[in-house]
């Protein structure tokens, strides 16, 4: 299993920003896939996940309305989207592999370093 | 939504001695969905635990697991040079789920 994540990323405050994460090594569409958000010296918090095979997808309260998950399963991939970035979003966002809704997270990616500046 | 509160914040240790780490739930975890992740510097984190006590793969046997309804402790037997580092708490029996603030056990 191996999660692939796009590079590091720089926006001014109000571009767009998408970041992509390449699954391989197992069936894309059997299992839900997500992102976790670390800003700089802080902790972990979950942004939210989808489920390639339905695209059911479900967001942390704190996120809900601010990012949009979205996954291409011809490509295998997950991506993570803003309309218009705020500096509070400078963090490493984590491509997380999920068993299932209730089940363990058992795959991280190498992290997506996102740095939001004027 | 369901709070994870972990303690303490920081833990000094020395090598070989016993780590324990606590997390706390504000309600009951569903089924001890209650997971253990360690995070070393520059890392991305790694599941130690499932399931409140389940080792996950390849995981040492000096990390254990134990607890349950909303009180969960996580044991590291004699410490490591390599087990210095962030340790969350994750509960994934409420949807999305949520982490702990972590604790970080140091080199005292």
């Known amino acids: 299993v191996q999660l692939a994540q796009s590079g590091s990323e720089v926006r001014k405050p109000g571009e767009s920003l998408t970041i992509s994460c390449k699954a391989s090594?197992?069936?894309?569409?059997?299992?839900?896939i997500g992102w976790v958000r670390q800003m700089p010296g802080k902790g972990l918090e979950w942004v939210g996940i989808?489920?390639?095979?339905?695209?059911?997808?479900r967001y942390s309260p704190s996120f809900q309305g601010q990012v949009t998950i979205t996954a291409d399963a011809s490509i295998t991939t997950a991506y993570l989207h803003w309309n218009s970035v705020r500096a509070s979003d400078t963090a490493t966002y984590y491509c997380?592999?999920?068993?299932?809704?209730?089940?363990?997270?058992?795959?991280w990616g190498h992290g997506t370093l996102v740095t939001v500046s004027s | 939504e369901l709070v994870l509160t972990q303690s303490p914040d920081t833990l000094s240790l020395s090598p070989g001695e016993r780590a324990t780490l606590s997390c706390r739930a504000s309600?009951?975890?569903?089924?001890?969905?209650l997971a253990w992740f360690q995070q070393r510097p520059g890392q991305a984190p790694r599941l130690l635990i499932y399931?409140?006590?389940k080792s996950a793969t390849d995981i040492p046997d000096r990390f254990s697991g134990s607890g349950s309804g909303s009180e969960f402790t996580l044991t590291i037997s004699r410490l490591e040079p390599q087990d210095f580092a962030v340790y969350y708490c994750?509960?994934?029996?409420?949807?999305?789920?949520?982490f702990g603030q972590g604790t970080k056990v140091e080199v005292k």
């Open positions: 994750h509960d994934y029996g409420d949807s999305v789920g949520t």
């Open positions: 309600q009951a975890v569903n089924s001890n969905y």
């Open positions: 989808i489920y390639p095979g339905d695209s059911d997808t």
């Open positions: 090594g197992y069936k894309f569409t059997g299992y839900w």
């Open positions: 997380v592999r999920r068993q299932g809704l209730n089940s363990i997270t058992d795959y």
């Open positions: 399931e409140a006590t």
